[in-house]
């Protein structure tokens, strides 16, 4: 769940150089179209999820196109995109409760007995949840290693100025960018819902520094680093629960943070500058 996220947004990092502070809202978005689809429509969930993250894709490049690349074609700095996504962030969790209200919610889905593996024990949701990730994280592998799109992705996430001299339509490369990572984020806001239960707007937007903790352990804009990352984060905040308190365990993935800043601040995976 972790790494769908992570490298959701390692990915648009990678690409357009700017933090997207609205990405916990666009996990709101992939829940909520899900819902939508599941409930209101009366979809089978599985399909209501694909739905949902292909909608979240596509939301994804529309708030691109409309808000963003404005800003990114005036030369707005790294900082003030920081603030405009912010912004950002707040217009889609309002818009969410506009629309589907302030109350938790939760998934036509049954949640099905619990499966014990050695002294571990997985819902089959849970297990369904491995799978689909292990899956899509193989296919990202594979896009970004064996396609022109994913080769392009990785020559402006080097330099942007040179690829584009070299011929790449850096504005298509983009857009596939957004619309990638935007279907990773609604992907991994599903799978969070799914493990929370119950969700409501701010759900995804509270799991956000968990995310950020993970792409800057891994190295920031560095894809196989938000997956090392993720794994990292992921175990050392839930197999605290053995020792800690489940009130504490987020605070974990801070104190990660921290320690590898100190020891390691370019992450795992150093970040090659770009130009």
């Known amino acids: 769940m972790l790494a769908l996220s992570a490298v959701g947004l390692s990915l648009q990092f990678g690409v357009t150089n700017f933090v997207n502070f609205g990405y916990g809202a666009m996990l709101g978005l992939g829940m909520y179209f899900t819902y939508a689809l599941n409930t209101s429509l009366g979809l089978p969930f599985w399909l209501a999820a694909i739905g949902g993250t292909l909608l979240t894709g596509v939301a994804a490049v529309i708030i691109d196109a409309l808000i963003l690349e404005p800003f990114v074609r005036r030369g707005t700095s790294g900082f003030f995109m920081l603030i405009v996504t912010f912004g950002l962030s707040l217009i889609l969790l309002n818009l969410i409760q506009l629309f589907w209200g302030v109350s938790f919610t939760k998934f036509s889905i049954h949640q099905g007995t619990p499966l014990k593996i050695g002294p571990l024990s997985f819902t ?135 320690l590898v800043l100190l020891v390691r601040p370019q992450g795992v995976i150093a970040t090659v500058g770009k130009a």
């Open 124 to 258: 089959p949701n849970q297990l369904a949840i491995i799978v689909i990730s292990i899956v899509v994280l193989v296919g990202v592998h594979l896009l970004l290693t064996r396609t022109t799109l994913g080769r392009s992705m990785r020559a402006m996430s080097d330099n942007t100025s040179l690829a584009k001299v070299s011929g790449i339509n850096t504005g298509r490369i983009t857009m596939w960018t957004w619309f990638l990572s935007g279907c990773l984020a609604g992907l991994g806001g599903v799978t969070l819902a799914i493990n929370t239960v119950s969700f409501q707007a701010y759900t995804g937007n509270n799991f956000l520094f968990v995310i950020f903790a993970a792409v800057i352990v891994g190295g920031i804009g560095q894809i196989y680093g938000a997956m090392i990352g993720a794994i990292a984060i992921g175990l050392v905040v839930n197999l605290s629960g053995i020792w800690i308190s489940s009130a504490y365990q987020l605070d974990l993935a801070f104190a990660v943070l921290v």
